[in-house]
């Protein structure tokens, strides 16, 4: 029972925290804040303090003061907008408390499962027990395969020390927060009741949950942060959005950051999205050179920080003196066996079961829109990636793909959903309207 009030007093506090400081900004009809949901909102702040936290750890800044800091920020902005609440029009949001059920009952598993997954033992974990107890950023280098990101084991140990500093699994219980918070971020873009849009959150849940990727493995926070990346690149094809593409552009270089630095593969995830965001969308010249000018920053800044800090990258993994040795027999080779075992885990999952057909429908079957080519320029950047990531892969080729493909698999695979959006919202009621076309000619 004791551990059950635990994780509730660590859910709200969760809650808490990446419930400001969006909310309390002053804002007007024409702030996009405006236009955002709650969901939104929260979004936002869970992007806004993950940067913070970044520049803690890099900057050696103890933990506990970066909460009171934000907290004193939370006060202020409280107080200096005061006048502007309205407690009387406060409601209940009945989505959020059906978000924050999920929260708890994945949260009572981890707290039930309690195992660590092989990458959680050798490295993730050492990391998080690096911040936990308050060493610095550079004694990373201490550790095993040093060049991995830190960010997710950062948010991890940060939220295992606050508040209560018990369980270790409380600070798990942060991305379990995140996890159903990008389901029910990406199913609000459908326009749909509210109802349906929380079953088919449910049916998301059903479809990925599985307590292995709450084990300490980041590949979560990859699946989650692309999906909240998602929800806001959504925005980019609806016309309301088109005068507040800068800010949009903003929130995305903030996600972008992120993922920079919970995996490696999350630079290219990154990167493959703000691209093809480039190429599908008329964007004016101040928010192409936002795009740009941004990415190079985040790259630029993650060259520094290894510099700074003389972070070598593993050579173990990527030995190009080997693998660019291109004799094409054993290059088909590898294709061969990259393609069967990505046929094999592509199967195992059921998100591209659901929506790769899905794609494929509304590819052939009706005008082909922007936001569609913009899935079908990710899907042709993701699975490329994942082939040139083997090819060049100096370790047993086959143990590799044993190790982790369906992890890499599983990261990008929550994007895939926006295919299910499109449909619903773009081709939906043409659908409605021939089958009721068909059904008058039957019965005239």
């Known amino acids: 029972m004791t551990e059950i009030i635990e994780i509730l007093i660590q859910i709200l506090f969760i809650l808490f925290i990446i419930s400001f400081p969006i909310t309390l900004l002053k804002t007007n009809t024409k702030s996009i804040i405006s236009v955002f949901s709650l969901i939104d909102k929260l979004s936002i702040n869970l992007i806004f303090l993950i940067n913070i936290l970044f520049f803690a750890s890099i900057l050696n800044i103890n933990s506990k003061y970066v909460l009171y800091l934000y907290v004193i920020l939370i006060i202020f902005l409280y107080i200096y907008n005061l006048r502007k609440f309205n407690f009387r029009n406060i409601k209940i949001d009945y989505y959020l408390l059906i978000l924050l059920s999920f929260v708890i009952l994945i949260s009572i598993d981890i707290a039930h499962e309690l195992y660590f997954a092989w990458d959680t033992q050798v490295h993730w974990f050492l990391k998080t027990l690096n911040f936990f107890q308050n060493q610095k950023f550079e004694n990373l280098e201490n550790f095993p395969v040093s060049d991995y990101p830190h960010l997710g084991t950062y948010v991890w140990s940060f939220f295992w020390k606050f508040p209560l500093n018990s369980f270790e699994y409380l600070g798990r219980i942060t991305y379990a927060f995140i996890y159903v918070l990008s389901i029910f971020s990406i199913t609000e873009c459908l326009r749909v009741h509210v109802y349906e849009k929380i ?43 088109i005068s507040n593409r800068l800010e949009l552009i903003i929130i995305l270089l903030g996600i972008a950051n992120i993922l920079c630095w919970v995996k490696n593969e999350g630079i290219f995830y990154a990167f493959f999205l703000l691209f093809c965001i480039f190429v599908t969308n008329n964007l004016v010249l101040k928010n192409k050179i936002a795009l740009i000018a941004g990415s190079l920053i985040i790259i630029s800044l993650r060259i520094f920080i290894f510099n700074y800090y003389d972070t070598e990258l593993n050579p173990f993994y990527f030995e190009f003196e080997k693998t660019l040795n291109f004799e094409f027999l054993l290059i088909l080779e590898k294709i061969k066996i990259i393609t069967f075992y990505l046929i094999i885990y592509f199967s195992q999952n059921p998100i591209y079961l659901l929506t790769i057909p899905i794609l494929i429908y509304i590819t052939f079957k009706y005008p082909r829109k922007n936001i569609t080519k913009f899935v079908i320029y990710f899907l042709i950047l993701n699975f490329s990636f994942i082939y040139l990531v083997y090819l060049f892969k100096s370790t047993e080729l086959e143990i590799s793909i044993r190790h982790n493909m369906l992890r890499v698999i599983f990261q990008t695979s929550g994007f895939y959903f926006l295919v299910v959006i499109i449909l619903i919202n773009n081709y939906a009621h043409l659908f409605k309207i021939k089958l009721l076309s068909k059904y008058k000619i039957k019965k005239y």
Do not use: M, P, R, V
């Not at 292995?212 to 016309?239: M, R, V």
């Open 199 to 241: 079953i088919l959150a449910i049916l998301l849940i059903f479809l990925t949950y599985n307590y292995e990727i709450f084990s300490g493995l980041q590949d979560i926070l990859i699946f989650s942060l692309i999906l909240i990346k998602t929800k806001f690149i959504y925005y980019f094809f609806e016309k309301k959005f």
